[in-house]
């Protein structure tokens, strides 16, 4: 892509009287050539990095999914088959009203292992889950990075300004994480898979 740019210079007339006057010039712009960052073009960083945002999210899921399972095995218990046997006993014994809070337990759980999935294999639609799992990870108090409240329990304040404080790291856990996964600018929506 060509652009114009203007300069002026000083010439001389015939009866040796310097004036400016401006004259154009076309040079090439830099819209258009791909600047390097370190031997990468600009592109190829953006995807890299994304990437690189995939396989931690990803990660951080799949930690959330594993220490689940092995708190489960040290009570002695089966991960999740006992899990629905007790949700079944709760339903039987407490009625239709604990599905308000069962259903969205159990959607959470099924989400951080299709998110953990879906984000390993870089697909777009790990990105969805990711996105969909935010009000049940505030709603049940999940951070996307496990023990990150545990920060918290050192401190000694009232418990409102404690939950205050955990819904806002939360918040900020969870903007980060939306920011990160989402498709940058200048990097081609693709379908499947993230490029």
């Not at 945002?53 to 095995?73: E, G, H, N």
């Not at 007790?86 to 959470?108: D, E, K, N, R």
């Not at 989400?111 to 990105?127: F, K």
């Amino acid at each position: 892509m060509v652009g114009t740019h203007r300069w002026w210079v000083r010439c001389g007339n015939e009866n040796g009287a310097e004036k400016s006057a401006p004259f154009f010039v076309a040079l090439p712009s830099n819209r258009g050539i791909r600047r390097k960052i370190k031997g990468m073009d600009v592109t190829d960083y953006k995807r890299s990095t994304r990437r690189w945002a995939f396989l931690f999210w990803a990660t951080m899921d799949a930690v959330q999914v594993a220490f689940y399972a092995l708190s489960a095995l040290q009570r002695g218990r089966t991960p999740y088959a006992d899990d629905v046997h007790g949700s079944l006993a709760v339903l039987q014994s407490h009625g239709y009203a604990t599905l308000l809070m069962l259903v969205p337990s159990w959607m959470l759980q099924a989400s951080l292992i299709a998110s953990a999935v879906l984000l390993l294999r870089h697909s777009r639609y790990g990105v969805l889950v990711a996105y969909a799992q935010i009000p049940l990870r505030l709603m049940f108090l999940v951070p996307s990075v496990p023990f990150a409240l545990s920060a918290l329990q050192g401190l000694t304040m009232a418990p409102a300004a404690s939950v205050l404080m955990a819904v806002g790291l939360m918040l900020v856990i969870e903007l980060l994480k939306m920011g990160t996964l989402r498709r940058k600018p200048g990097l081609p929506a693709v379908r499947g898979n993230v490029q």
